[in-house]
C-alpha cells in the first residue's frame, strides 16, 4: 500500500532576534489511503506548526511533502489544495461570526470554483445533515450554536471539497469533555463512509487512542517514537512516550519529569529529552539518538 502522504526531512526554523525557534527538525512520516495516525506530545512540540505545513499555510525551511508521490512542498496544485483540509482547533475563532453556516460551508467549493450537483445550497444541506447539523440552519449564524455544533460546521466546512486527507488540530481540546466524544465518533464515522485519511493532533493521548491506528510522539520538534497503537500503548520504547502514558488518568506509576520543556532557541546538544531523562548518560549529551528501523529515538530504550 503506497502513501498518500510522504515528508522527509521536514524543517520550519522562524527567524527571530538572536537566532532562530527550531519548531520543526528534520521530521520524517507517511499515512497511507484511509489511515490515521496521531501526532502527541507537549505544547510547544512543533506539533501545530507540522500541520499547517501539511496543509500549506505554513512554508518550509527545508525537507520534502509529497502527496500521492507528487512533491508538493513549494508548488501545488488546485486539486492538491482541495485534496488536503483542515479541521481548526478553536470553533469559536475560526468561523467568521458574520457570516452564515451556510456561507462558512459553501466558501471552499465559491472560492475553487466547484459546482456541485443540484447546486451549492443542496450540497452545503448534505453536508450539514452528514455532520449531525439541522439543514434548515442553513441561514443561522455561528452564535446561534454550542462549541460543539460550531465544530461541526467547522468538519462540514472541511469535507466541502472531498478531500482525501484531513489533517484535525486538536479537533476538540476546545470542548467539553462530554461533548468530545461525539465528535470524536462522528469523524470516525466519516472516516470509515469516506475512506478519508488523517493526521490527528492531540495532546489527549487517550482521544488518540480511540481514534489512530499508528502514533507519532514529538518532543521540541523532533519525532522521538512512531508505532502502532498497540506499541506505543502496550510497549513504550522512549522514557519520553512512557511519562506521557504515565499521566494519563488511569495508569499505574505516574512518572513526574524534572524541570520545563528547554525553549526551541536553544535546545539541548545531543538528545533533546537528556535535560528531563532519569536514564540520559554521557552519550545523550554528545550524540543525537536517530529514529532506529525500532522507530525510536533514544540510546537506552526500554526493552
Not at 475563532?93 to 443540484?118: C, E, F, Q, W, Y
Not at 462530554?178 to 489527549?204: K, T
Not at 533533546?272 to 533514544?298: D, I
Request: overall charge positive; proline content about 7%; glycine content about 10%.
Amino acid at each position: 500500500m503506497s502513501a498518500v502522504l510522504e515528508v522527509n526531512g521536514l524543517v520550519k526554523h522562524f527567524p527571530v532576534r538572536g537566532g532562530k525557534v527550531r519548531a520543526v527538525d528534520d521530521l520524517s512520516l507517511s499515512v497511507g489511503p484511509g489511515e490515521a495516525v496521531g501526532l502527541v506530545g507537549e505544547s510547544g512540540c512543533g506539533k501545530t506548526t507540522l500541520g499547517r505545513m501539511l496543509v500549506g499555510l505554513i512554508e518550509p525551511t527545508a525537507g520534502s511533502i509529497a502527496f500521492d508521490g507528487r512533491d508538493i512542498t513549494r508548488r501545488r496544485s488546485k486539486k492538491d489544495r482541495q485534496d488536503i483540509q483542515i479541521i481548526f482547533q478553536d470553533p469559536y475563532s475560526s468561523l467568521n461570526p458574520r457570516h452564515t453556516v451556510g456561507d462558512i460551508v459553501a466558501m471552499p467549493m465559491i472560492v475553487n470554483g466547484v459546482k456541485p450537483p443540484g447546486g451549492v445550497k443542496r450540497r452545503v444541506q448534505e453536508l450539514l445533515e452528514l455532520v449531525g447539523l439541522n439543514p434548515e440552519h442553513y441561514n443561522r449564524f455561528p452564535h446561534e450554536f454550542s462549541g460543539g455544533q460550531r465544530q461541526r460546521i467547522g468538519v462540514a466546512r472541511a469535507l466541502a471539497l472531498r478531500p482525501r486527507l484531513i489533517v484535525a488540530d486538536e479537533p476538540v481540546s476546545a470542548l467539553d469533555v462530554s461533548i468530545q466524544a461525539q465528535v470524536v465518533n462522528l469523524l470516525r464515522e466519516l472516516q470509515r463512509e469516506m475512506g478519508l485519511a488523517f493526521v490527528f493532533i492531540a495532546h489527549d493521548l487517550s482521544i488518540v487512542r480511540h481514534f489512530c491506528t499508528r502514533v507519532g510522539v514529538m518532543y521540541l520538534g523532533k519525532l522521538v517514537e512512531l508505532g502502532t497503537r498497540e506499541q506505543i500503548y502496550g510497549a513504550p520504547a522512549h522514557p519520553y512516550t512512557r511519562a506521557l502514558l504515565s499521566a494519563v488518568p488511569g495508569s499505574a506509576g505516574r512518572i513526574r519529569l524534572e524541570g520545563d520543556v528547554p525553549t526551541p532557541l536553544n535546545p539541548p546538544s545531543g538528545c533533546r529529552f537528556r535535560t528531563r531523562c532519569w536514564k540520559a548518560k554521557e552519550v545523550c549529551a554528545t550524540q543525537e539518538p536517530v529514529l532506529t528501523a525500532g522507530n525510536v529515538a533514544c540510546h537506552f530504550p526500554e526493552q
